[in-house]
């Protein structure tokens, strides 16, 4: 039985892979008194009159919202909302998991951006935190810049950010393992969707300056016209050099590959072509731009995919968790830039000297201990950027 077959004979079995868990024994009346009423009302009037303490007398202070429309779930498409459940309980399931950060699913049955806006922000305030999650673009920029406007809690999609922090670490430990600096190195990101632009925009704040963009038109370029405004805002602020062309020219002389984009689309022929010890995150899933074993054999000195089975897998789970739990420490009202800086440095430095080389440059999904490094580092930046209502870092 394969992975699919399995995984979905597991589901049959769980039932779903969270459920509700009372904080509280309520078995005698005076317990049902207090957690109920009459009791409950006292918290309610005092929440009335300072809704701060929704979060000292809820579980608000711990509750992420995961939502999604359903329109890009992982590498299937708009398979709609109800069919995006089962990722959306599994990406809940990972944050109590390695976070401890309660978390639940909500899929909205609409495409309309204003009403997927309206809806959210009309039960943020249950939440501490919301998760955007498979989204697809270019309408995940609108609605997530629109809940910002709107809301004082953080807002996150993850298919952008989280990304993007990991890719950024990864990028960290390569140039650490190679003995190059971010700044110095000519990068090529294939994908211009909702990832591969919120990497360049993450990755040029991380010190980058010199990165091309390709995507199904191929280089883009300030000096040409997109209808897609995403679009326009990266190629205004990348290909610093107006270069034309296919992804074979771009990566000539090129770094760093990054693939967020489709199989097979980067040949050993274009590795041939780039500089010496350059780098290929090639993360299409589940087949990434192009396998592991060609890239190096083409010269790739180190590479990295979105895969659990081969090393340097580029996995998210190691950044939304923590980034989550430190902004919820510090009731942080967003998750800024300095605060995803400070998660991939987090991430990156959770790999010692001694573990660091060529096929490790990422921790571990399992070791529990990122989480912990991530969220210390977040709630920081958060108090240090002037977007916490907390001054003290708990963590």
């Not at 309610?44 to 711990?62: A, F, G, V, W």
């Not at 806006?117 to 920029?141: H, K, M, Q, W």
């Amino acid at each position: 039985m394969d992975i699919m077959q399995s995984s979905l004979q597991k589901h049959k079995e769980w039932g779903g892979k969270i459920e509700v868990i009372s904080r509280v024994p309520i078995n005698d009346r005076d317990a049902l008194s207090h957690a109920y009423t009459p009791g409950v009302a006292q918290p309610c009037l005092e929440i009335e009159k300072d809704p701060s303490l929704s979060y000292s007398l809820t579980r608000r202070h711990n509750l992420v919202a995961v939502i999604t429309d359903g329109t890009a779930v992982l590498g299937l498409g708009d398979i709609g909302p109800l069919a995006a459940m089962p990722v959306m309980e599994g990406k809940c399931a990972l944050f109590k998991e390695f976070a401890g950060v309660d978390a639940f699913p909500l899929c909205v049955d609409s495409k309309d951006t204003d009403e997927i806006v309206n809806t959210i922000a009309n039960i943020a305030y249950s939440f501490g935190g919301i998760n955007l999650e498979d989204i697809s673009a270019p309408r995940c920029f609108e609605i997530e810049a629109k809940l910002k406007e709107r809301l004082s809690i953080p807002v996150f999609h993850d298919d952008q950010h989280g990304t993007a922090i990991v890719v950024g670490a990864a990028l960290l430990n390569a140039c650490r393992v190679a003995g190059k600096q971010p700044g110095d190195l000519k990068i090529v990101i294939n994908g211009a969707g909702s990832a591969g632009i919120a990497i360049a925009n993450h990755l040029l704040h991380l010190g980058v300056d010199d990165l091309i963009m390709v995507d199904l038109c191929g280089i883009l370029s300030a000096d040409e016209n997109y209808e897609n405004p995403a679009h326009e805002q990266i190629a205004a602020v990348t290909n610093r050099d107006k270069r034309h062309g296919t992804l074979a020219d771009a990566v000539k002389g090129a770094d760093v590959f990054i693939g967020v984009s489709k199989p097979g689309l980067l040949t050993q022929d274009m590795i041939h072509t780039m500089n010496d010890k350059p780098f290929v995150f090639a993360m299409a899933n589940p087949t990434p731009e192009i396998m592991p074993d060609l890239a190096k054999e083409a010269g790739a000195y180190i590479v990295g995919t979105g895969r659990s089975d081969f090393p340097n897998q580029i996995n998210n789970v190691v950044a939304f968790p923590g980034v989550f739990k430190g902004a919820l420490a510090v009731r942080a009202r967003d998750i800024n830039e300095e605060m995803k800086l400070a998660a991939t440095k987090a991430i990156a430095g959770c790999v010692t000297e001694e573990q660091l080389r060529t096929d490790f440059i990422l921790p571990d999904a399992f070791d529990r201990s990122v989480a912990e490094a991530v969220a210390k580092a977040v709630a920081q930046a958060a108090i240090d950027s002037g977007v916490a209502d907390l001054d003290e870092n708990p963590l």
